[in-house]
């Protein structure tokens, strides 16, 4: 069993009327992110999508194993064969496969089959969890708590990406198995979803029904 060790804690606290404006600053940045469907195929230079990456690898997680892996995309025809391969798979979801229930809560967003942002954009970043890490011998290592420290990681990404001035669209084609054979990801990792990061397309818009944000006391208690 190994002992733990530790260190002090690194914190910085700030006067209480700083820490609300800062509170407020905040949600006032994050607030303005919308999911966007239509990207710009300008550039983004990896250096960025590195530290972005390096952001999310910093997400709290079960046990500190870090049960992530973050395919970075920028190769054309890999981005081909994943729209073509996604673009399958919607066209059934979209065709009968999904729920008409389903269909109906996706109709105020506009979304099709046709995901042209797959090859447009210059980032997919392909997020992957990992049920059980692998030793160097190959002896494997249970992973807990996989899908929320990749949830929390990808949200983290996401803020990341944001900040750092990037649009973003969480891409879910379901379902998403075709994904480890196209980046050739070992049977231990599914994958999570797909993150498409880029500059929004010069006349880019967002459905309106996005903005519905429901207020402070339908989604929080205080007791
Ligand atoms: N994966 C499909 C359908 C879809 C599902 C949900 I839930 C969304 O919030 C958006 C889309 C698609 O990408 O079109």
Not at 120 to 128: D, E, K, M, R, S
Request: glycine share 6%.
């Amino acid at each position: 069993m190994t002992q733990p060790t530790f260190i002090p804690l690194d914190f910085t606290e700030y006067p209480p009327d700083e820490m609300q404006r800062r509170a407020e600053a905040f949600y006032a940045e994050l607030s303005r992110r919308r999911t966007v469907r239509e990207f710009s195929d300008r550039p983004v230079p990896r250096a960025l999508i590195e530290t972005c990456l390096l952001a999310a690898g910093s997400a709290p997680n079960g046990a500190n194993l870090q049960p992530w892996h973050f395919v970075a995309v920028a190769a054309p025809a890999i981005k081909r064969q994943i729209r073509a391969a996604a673009e399958a798979e919607e066209r059934e979801f979209y065709s009968g496969r999904a729920p008409q229930e389903w269909i109906d809560a996706l109709a105020p967003l506009g979304t099709d089959p046709n995901k042209p942002f797959l090859e447009i954009a210059p980032w997919l970043i392909v997020i992957f969890g990992q049920s059980y890490g692998l030793l160097p011998d190959g002896r494997k290592v249970k992973h807990y708590y996989v899908q929320e420290s990749v949830g929390i990681a990808t949200g983290m990404l996401i803020t990341a990406l944001h900040h750092a001035g990037l649009a973003t669209l969480t891409h879910t084609p379901n379902p998403m198995g075709f994904l480890n054979d196209l980046l050739g990801r070992p049977a231990n990792e599914r994958p999570f979803l797909i993150l498409v990061a880029g500059y929004p397309a010069a006349d880019a818009r967002v459905p309106t029904h996005a903005l519905n944000k429901k207020p402070l006391n339908e989604i929080a208690t205080f007791i």
